[in-house]
């Protein structure tokens, strides 16, 4: 991008009228292909109304296909094994007559069937025809690409191998178990993973999304407003609570993984450090979570930790969408954990039992006044509503067992006050940076890297309390260029 | 939460023309492959002190892998230090190459109780002292031969994520067989706050204990069994059928059509008993001895398998002569 810098907007046009030439006739072959597909499906149809008369059972066969492969003799076995309940061996006998025409489910309780995925090799890369690079990270490469066949437009992130000497890396076997397990409308969609020539050539196939949540807030002239706030956090909470429930953590929760599409709805990405969780927990590396995300806890260096790491984030988040900045922008672990003190106080024993054991909290001195403990949301967030105040103090509680849990919050009264949350057909649209062209360099921390754990040692400095005019020179944000709202 | 109950199945078509059999691989020797497969990976698990479930997945990661890719282009032993390997960590516990390289070495060494005993190397009648340390010269891995099997190991590795499309969710039974002995109230009194448990049961402890162990070694059973239903059935089928066994052969009487409450059609459940009862491979109380490479052959009481690319492809030969 850099090489180009005035010509941004103009190749973006060029690139634009090439686009939508090309969408116009994908579309025309899709009609037609459409067509085709009809036709054929009507004659299927018919085909398979005249055979399933024959054989009833060809339902069942499809769904428990090992019990129809078995040759019939085997099933006749079955009924005649020794030793079953007498109390149902007149049944037993209908049973056994039954057999051969499959349809057993008459008069009986009907059972759940479960459908099962197949056991099937990867696609290649090639199916995808590349667009354009979106974003470039150390866990590899975001582009934008098209599916050849189908003439979707999908992101592929590229996975990053050369270096690995373990064979194919834990965190991406998590980051593709975890995705694949946790399947919601707010969450990406993990289509397929494809592979090149070489045997370290691994994509990951999802739903392309036109933007992400950090980049709109820095490019948009006025924040989110409270109705869509709370749209935003709901559909946020529902993903985290889906998350939990299917004992997965995603530890890397910040704006620039929440994707955002023209549609109003916003979708978890990036699981490269989640993984599944157990009860009760084991230790756990400390080097999750991005640092303006990180709860105390983590900071802290608590080895158990749950999944209260990710309400703090969705607490930060939650504060930075109103705010329109990152609530507490740390530039070290320590900084980090005097900001929330700062703001949210210095915990109490009685607030947060047991904090004084962690591990780094020995080794740091707090100034521990009147002054110091409790939190300050209200000054902060002066236009919020009590109840959002609530909220967000529940979601930021520095004591992790009294952290709201995802399923709570959605219950939480914040979400019945005026306004309403907003519909999501009624979200603005914005244009799409990823969609056209490279994006900006985030300005914000990224993910931990594997490592040792840091120990943290110092004072806590609390200077921003004390100030009446402290931080103001951070209140106002610089012009800088913003995007024209639809 | 349809995911624990489900997890990927093998198509019909899959399950009768195999990759294996396509290139010319008898199915008789075939399934003694994948026996003595489960067997080595069941095996170095239990050295290895892994917990059963890390052992399951890699039994079922190798039986999948198969399904897509012959014995030919991908021989049985690396296959099995790969699975073991991908189920360490995809379950959590770790292992290096290198331990597993190792015991797998051990395993199919002289010195290892999987080998033929007639094959025996004759050792030198001397001292204890020098046949132990012979012993150990048996299953060394010189550098050389660690460096080849690691590069095998992670490139197989590789292969089977690929073979698999990345899709390795393994959904186990034992935790479903044991939520469900639980809201059967058979385990005991207190596990069921719902459910007074039927009066008939004898609610003695050592038998719950027991209970739950006969249905795990049922469902453990099943994964080497030659029908490899665990690429058939979905997880709470299989759960159903160890509990119903386990259940009769301790007496225990469960409420009636109780199967139908986790969604097992009795003909299922049927079928499943009897694949169980079946047994795995050496019903008629035959051994099996492992070598890596040498001849199939049968001795007395026992048979031999040889698991070595070569091996295999002698024996594929001799069988086509015949």
Known sequence: ?486 | MVTIFTTPLATPSQLSTSPSQLVGIPESIEQKLRLVACRLIQAAGILMELPQPTISTAILLLQRYYLTTSLITSPLLQTCLASLYLSSKLTEHPQKPRDIINIFKYLLSPASPLHPPHLLPKLPENEEGTKKRSQKNLYYVSEGDYTALKSLLLSTEAKILRALGFNTTVNLPYSLAFNYLQSLGVLSSTSTPSSPSPPSNPSNPLQHSKLISTTFAYLTDLLCSPSQVYLTHHPHELAVAGIYLAARDHGVKLPERWWEVWDVERETLGFLVVVLRGGTYGHDGKKVWIVEEGDFEEVDGGEVVAIGAGSVEKEVERLRDL
């Not at chain 1, 196939?205 to 409270?226: A, G, N, S, Y």
């Not at chain 1, 916003?266 to 450090?273: E, N, P, S, T």
């Not at chain 1, 209200?378 to 529940?394: A, D, I, Q, W, Y």
């Open chain 1, 1 to 486: 991008m850099s090489s180009k810098p005035k010509s941004r907007w103009d190749t973006e046009t060029a690139e634009d009228a090439a686009e939508a030439a090309r969408r116009k006739a994908e579309k025309e072959a899709k009609k037609a292909l459409k067509l085709e597909k009809a036709r054929k499906a009507e004659e299927e149809a018919v085909a398979a109304a005249a055979r399933r008369r024959h054989e009833d059972g060809e339902q069942y066969a499809q769904q428990s296909l090992a019990v129809s492969d078995e040759p019939p003799s085997k099933r006749r076995k079955v009924s005649a094994e020794p030793g079953d309940d007498a109390a149902t061996s007149p049944r037993r006998k209908k049973h056994a007559s039954n057999t051969a025409n499959g349809d057993r489910d008459t008069g009986e309780a009907r059972l759940l069937r479960f459908p099962a995925p197949e056991i099937k090799p990867c696609n290649s890369v090639d199916d995808y025809e590349p667009l354009n690079r979106i974003e470039e990270g150390s866990y590899g490469i975001v582009s934008r690409a098209r599916h050849i066949a189908s003439g979707e437009v999908v992101a592929l992130k590229k996975l990053k191998l050369e270096g690995e000497t373990d064979g194919f890396p834990i965190t991406s076997l998590r980051e593709i178990q975890t995705l694949m397990a946790a399947r919601h409308a707010n969450v990406v969609n993990l289509r397929e993973v494809v592979v090149g020539e070489q045997l370290n050539q691994v994509y990951i196939v999802m739903d392309f999304i036109e933007h992400d949540l950090k980049t709109l807030l820095d490019d948009m002239p006025e924040p989110f407003l409270q109705s869509e706030v709370k749209t935003l956090m709901l559909q946020l909470l529902s993903a985290t609570a889906t998350m939990h429930t299917n004992w997965i953590m995603h530890r890397d929760l910040k704006t620039s993984n929440l994707l955002m599409n023209n549609r109003g709805q916003i979708k978890v990405a990036d699981f490269g450090l989640a993984r599944y969780f157990g009860d009760p927990c084991l230790p756990l590396t400390q080097l999750v979570v991005t640092l303006w995300y990180r709860s105390p806890e983590l900071l802290l260096g608590a080895q158990k930790y749950g999944t209260a790491i990710d309400i703090w984030s969705i607490g930060c988040i939650f504060a930075e969408l109103i705010l329109k900045e990152p609530l507490f922008q740390g530039k070290s672990e320590i900084d980090q954990l005097s900001k929330i003190f700062e703001l949210m106080g210095v915990p109490t024993d009685e607030e947060w039992p047991g904090w004084r054991r962690l591990p780094n909290s020995k080794s740091l001195r707090f100034p521990r006044t009147k002054q110091t403990t409790g939190h300050l949301l209200r000054s902060k967030f002066p236009l919020l509503t009590t109840n959002g105040v609530s909220l967000l103090s529940s979601l930021l509680s520095l004591d992790p067992s009294k952290r709201i849990t995802a399923e709570e919050a959605l219950k939480h009264p914040y979400f019945r006050d005026d306004p309403k949350p907003k519909s999501e057909a009624m979200f603005p649209t914005f244009p799409s940076k990823a969609g056209q062209e490279k994006r900006r360099r985030l300005n914000s921390p990224s993910a931990p890297m594997r490592g040792d754990a840091p120990q943290l040692f110092g004072e806590v400095g609390l200077a921003g309390r004390s100030g009446l005019f402290a931080g103001l020179e951070e209140e106002e944000v610089g012009g800088g260029f913003s995007l024209k709202v639809h």
